[in-house]
């Protein structure tokens, strides 16, 4: 999902300042990644939530204003701990996994991301959170998207991170990159070689989008692999998420048409290794008030391999809009 080319363009003098604008955010030098993915604390209750032919796994926790984190493709709800664990302090924090993906049930369709956002409208009116702070990543980002383009009031603010918009932005262009061959890489023999091999798949990614292999630890890969091993998570994200990119695209035309560029305030947040400071860019094609930060040392996996700086931005972001 991430524009990994990005490195091909900066020069060293560049990067060195990426990394000092990333320190400044923590007060300090990078710091290195926690090592495995830890298990939700007491303070999140999980449920499954009925939605359009389906369920999505929900962990709710805490009180006080509410926050919906979103994740995308190679990583479930599970990727946001981190970062849920601090702000449940104050606030209400709700993390599904998407549909088709992690704990979530498995349909057949519903994957077009305006779909998925009214399946989001309806589970935040159950949990009678009338007005959110979202936080997305990679396939998070689209569902982020048509959820703020198709219910603006709903959304205070807005932090996503390292991904692009389908029909927006530069979305063709990286349509031409050849990392994102995964798009199109889908249908029953293809599932029938991945299935048994899916840590193979998400270990090419994992490889391939990020600063240093090594910062995605093999507990991490031995988790998301046993998720995306379970039965039709892969045939889901391929011939679900993925397939409906190109109806997503027509949508979000018409929705950018119709609404204009997002207003609520947006932090967009790139890994040096990724989009970087290209990724305020990206988002400045569709929302008018919007601020970037790069983390430093990092690839498209912002949360496993440099969390600190992740949750320093988006703390400091959301402090400062709340």
Request: net charge neutral.
């Amino acid at each position: 999902m991430a524009r990994t080319d990005n490195r091909l363009h900066c020069s060293s003098s560049a990067t060195v300042l990426v990394w000092l604008f990333a320190a400044t955010l923590i007060g300090g030098v990078p710091a290195p990644a926690f090592a495995e993915v830890k298990p939700f604390s007491a303070n999140f209750k999980a449920r499954d939530m009925t939605v359009t032919g389906g369920t999505l796994h929900v962990r709710v926790g805490g009180s006080g204003p509410a926050l919906l984190l979103l994740h995308g493709f190679g990583d479930t709800g599970d990727m946001w701990q981190p970062l849920a664990e601090i702000l449940v302090k104050d606030h209400t924090v709700i993390v599904p996994d998407l549909r088709g993906m992690g704990l979530s049930s498995h349909p057949e369709g519903g994957y077009e991301k305006t779909s998925q956002a009214r399946d989001i409208a309806r589970i935040l009116d159950e949990l009678k959170a009338r007005r959110i702070s979202l936080v997305t990543h990679d396939i998070g980002n689209m569902v982020g998207y048509a959820l703020a383009a198709q219910f603006p009031d709903r959304v205070d603010s807005w932090t996503v991170m390292d991904a692009p918009f389908p029909g927006l932005g530069t979305w063709e262009q990286q349509l031409l990159n050849p990392r994102v061959w995964h798009f199109n890489f889908r249908g029953p023999d293809v599932e029938r070689l991945v299935a048994g091999r899916e840590r193979i798949l998400l270990d090419r990614f994992y490889n391939e989008l990020s600063a240093n292999p090594a910062g995605i630890d093999e507990q991490t890969r031995r988790h998301y692999a046993a998720l995306y091993a379970r039965p039709g998570a892969i045939h889901n994200a391929l011939g679900g998420q993925f397939a409906a990119f190109s109806k997503d695209a027509e949508e979000n035309k018409a929705l950018f048409a119709k609404a204009g560029k997002l207003r609520m305030p947006v932090l967009a947040i790139g890994g040096d290794h990724s989009y970087g400071a290209a990724m305020k860019t990206e988002v400045e094609a569709i929302a008018s008030n919007v601020q970037g930060a790069v983390i430093a040392n990092s690839g498209h996996w912002i949360m496993e391999e440099q969390p600190q700086q992740a949750i320093a931005a988006i703390t400091g972001f959301l402090k400062k809009e709340q």
